[in-house]
């Protein structure tokens, strides 16, 4: 979505550790998905609200069934759910401004918008709201770039190639390239995303380091070939991270870590445990509101 546009509003609130199976009930439906914790005290205290944005109206049918197969999913009642006409909007202008700048470790994440000198000593990385996940502020992202911020102080580990698996926004990647300035693999199924990294790799001035592409997780020749991984990036949702761990594992080189992340608390064990199965061990894990961001290792030749 860019610019002045005639903007839908599809919008229904969930209890935490439904967020997932309803962000994936959506994914489809909208042009673009947005996530909010709400805060304040109340009946819907631990709740978050999902806005799904939509240039086109909405087909009714679809987010019905969307919505029921979610609620299956997650084991609830299906929630209430809203469909508005917006009318005529500038959804990036008005978006850019929900998005403040974010520290997060040696990390410094802000979008074009901002005007003020950043922070000395920090990694600034430049990100708008765009139509493709990850530009900070939600926790299962903070999450990985608190693990990226405790890995890269340690000395003695430089990752010669890092892939960033389902990369959205390329932020992860981003990171990764601007810490270390070594080779970066950004990586998703979703052209849409892999052409936001793109542009957001050449905003950053990072473009030589990160390589975009489509990819179905591990099944492109192209990812496989570049491998083994010394760090591999996976911000994605627990189900698609616990089916491609036997891949992930054979494509992370000796010593090597993964960070996992897109799973609430209450999907942790499912998570560890099938790493846990390709020999990989839990190296730190990093609770942030109800999600989970785990750091696991191979072992080292």
């Not at 919008?11 to 994936?24: D, K």
């Not at 439906?29 to 819907?44: K, S, T, V």
């Not at 979703?190 to 950053?204: L, M, Q, S």
Request: hydrophobic share 45%; net charge positive; proline share 6%.
């Amino acid at each position: 979505m860019t610019g002045l546009a005639d903007v839908w509003r599809i919008e229904c609130v969930v209890p935490a550790p439904a967020v997932a199976a309803f962000e994936a009930g959506l994914e489809g439906l909208c042009d673009a998905l947005l996530c909010f914790e709400i805060e304040e005290a109340g009946p819907l205290k631990g709740h978050w609200r999902l806005e799904g944005l939509s240039e086109t109206t909405p087909d009714r049918d679809r987010v019905g069934l969307g919505i029921a197969l979610a609620a299956r999913a997650a084991g609830i009642d299906e929630p209430a759910v809203s469909i508005t006409h917006l009318g005529p909007r500038d959804w990036v202008a008005e978006n850019l401004r929900t998005f403040p700048p974010l520290d997060i470790g040696r990390f410094h994440v802000r979008g074009s918008h901002v005007t003020e000198r950043p922070p000395a000593g920090k990694h600034t990385l430049i990100v708008d709201a765009a139509t493709a996940f990850g530009s900070g502020e939600h926790p299962t992202t903070a999450g990985c770039l608190k693990a990226l911020d405790d890995l890269a102080r340690d000395r003695r580990r430089r990752p010669a190639r890092t892939l960033d698996m389902g990369c959205g926004t390329g932020l992860l990647a981003l990171a990764a390239a601007a810490h270390w300035r070594a080779p970066v693999l950004a990586a998703d199924l979703d052209a849409e995303a892999v052409r936001v990294a793109r542009h957001n790799a050449r905003v950053n001035g990072l473009a030589g380091q990160v390589r975009c592409l489509r990819s179905d997780g591990f099944r492109d020749r192209r990812v496989r070939d570049a491998g083994p991984y010394d760090l591999i990036l996976a911000n994605i949702l627990a189900r698609p991270l616990t089916r491609m761990a036997p891949a992930a594992a054979a494509a992370l080189a000796p010593g090597g870590r993964i960070v996992l992340s897109g799973l609430l608390a209450t999907q942790e064990a499912r998570v560890a445990n099938a790493y846990r199965r390709q020999g990989l061990a839990l190296v730190r894990r990093y609770p942030v509101a109800e999600w989970m961001t785990l750091v696991m290792g191979k072992p080292a030749a």
